[in-house]
């Protein structure tokens, strides 16, 4: 029996349960996460890196919380990034980490900051985390021709909205697939994560 929010996180269901999760679990998130290793913020900034030649190139973290995958952009080379979330305590908390250029409390009801060339969402959409609505938005609001990497925990590849709206994007000729890919998630808690990238056409 454990009452880890590591846990708990997989269970809530709706914006407000979630935004409610993340907002009393924000001191102790990077100490529990890193207890479990997470790897899923390195393996995304990697790929998205791979695709977004010109590290002056701004990042929009899209579910940024305390800054983890901020701090795994940085690590990639990216040298502006902005960030995004809609859980004020992690927000303060991703603002100590100083390597944020703007930080933005956002309401999932309004649109996303537009014309963006690259956008990360990491361990944000899926289970006990944003709707699938959550990647029409950034899709919507990026850049023609601009980067979108995301990542689909186990949980999430169960459920098949998620993956399905994915292939929906590509064969609808809204976005290009330039990767996906399987791996490690938390091998702490023997979790695993499909990585993607797309391009918006
Ligand atoms: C598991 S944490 C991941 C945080 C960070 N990306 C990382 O890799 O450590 C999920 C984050 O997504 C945020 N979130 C959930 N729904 C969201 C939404 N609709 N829009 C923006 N952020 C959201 C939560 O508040 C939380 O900070």
Redesign the pocket.
């Known amino acids: 029996m454990t009452n880890s929010f590591l846990d708990k996180?997989y269970k809530v269901k709706g914006?407000k349960e979630?935004?409610a999760l993340?907002?009393a679990w924000?001191p102790s998130?990077d100490t529990e996460?890193a207890k479990h290793h997470?790897v899923?913020?390195k393996r995304t900034a990697q790929a998205l890196r791979q695709f977004v030649m010109d590290s002056k190139t701004p990042v929009l973290?899209?579910?940024?919380?305390?800054?983890?995958?901020?701090q795994?952009l940085v690590s990639e080379g990216f040298d502006v990034i902005d960030g995004?979330?809609?859980?004020e305590p992690?927000l303060r908390l991703a603002e100590k980490k100083a390597i944020y250029r703007d930080l933005i409390l956002?309401d999932?009801g309004l649109p996303l900051p537009r014309g963006f060339r690259a956008m990360?969402?990491?361990?944000?959409?899926g289970i006990g985390?944003?709707?699938i609505s959550?990647l029409d938005d950034m899709i919507e609001s990026l850049a023609v021709g601009g980067k979108c990497a995301f990542s689909f925990n186990d949980l999430t590849l169960r459920d098949p909205g998620f993956q399905d709206r994915v292939d929906a994007m590509i064969t609808e000729g809204y976005v290009f697939e330039l990767l996906r890919e399987y791996g490690a998630h938390i091998p702490g808690k023997n979790l695993n994560s499909t990585v993607y990238v797309l391009e918006k056409l």
């Not at 990360?120 to 959409?125: E, R, T």
């Open positions: 996180a914006t979630t935004q993340y907002d924000a998130y996460i997470y899923t913020p973290d899209v579910g940024c919380g305390t800054g983890l995958s901020g795994a995004l979330d809609v859980s992690m956002s999932p990360a969402a990491i361990g944000v959409i985390g944003a709707p959550l």
